[in-house]
């Protein structure tokens, strides 16, 4: 649920604000002095903060701009001046929006939704996404090189998260030894011990399968090589 912190001296505006914001399933908190209302807004989690311009103690403006030194969740400005100089002072501050008194709060309600949106799609295409594998409880985090199985991490050396996920990107395919050995250790077989590919599939597997002997993820085909089976 997002939790909204409206910073109004209007106990009337702020409760009417936080009843419509209410039924629409949003979190609400209030505060009425501008002190208090910025401790709240750079202390607390919020999803989103509306503001009021004129407010004891500390005006909206100078809250805005404390608000953008630390966060950059959309603040709402509200006021009754409607001088184009004020909007251009809020909007210059930090302030995503600015909403001039009196106002539908169900226009309000919208504006807020909107903004969440919008902040959502801003901040997902931001935050890179790892590439992930995820087969039947096993989850392989490539950039992270993590492996876990149902939720517990297990902790792999490097040839082993390497041989891993190679196989696990390669699914139903049976690469030969030989194969995997050029692969992974970037070494012809004449020219390394080829034995270790089969040591580090053993290793992988007490680390990975329920029961080694019926193995439900590296399957031996004998005479033949491994594969990762989907």
Partial sequence: MDRILIIEDDEDIAYLERDYLIASDFAVDV?????????????????????DVMLPEKDGFEICREIR????????MVSAKKEDIDKIRGLGLGADDYITKPFSPSELVARVKAHLDRYRRLTKAAVPVNDVIEIRGLRIDKTARRVWVNDEEKILTTKEFDLLAFLAENPNHVFRKEELFREIWDMDSLGGDIATVTVHIKKIRE??????ARPQYIDTIWGVGYRFKI
Avoid: C, W
């Fill in 69 to 76: 030194k630390d966060k950059n969740i959309p603040v709402l």
């Fill in 31 to 51: 505060a009425s002095r501008g002190d208090t209302g910025l401790e709240m807004a750079l202390q607390g989690h919020y999803d989103l903060i509306i503001l």
């Fill in 207 to 212: 680390k990975i399968e329920f029961n080694t």
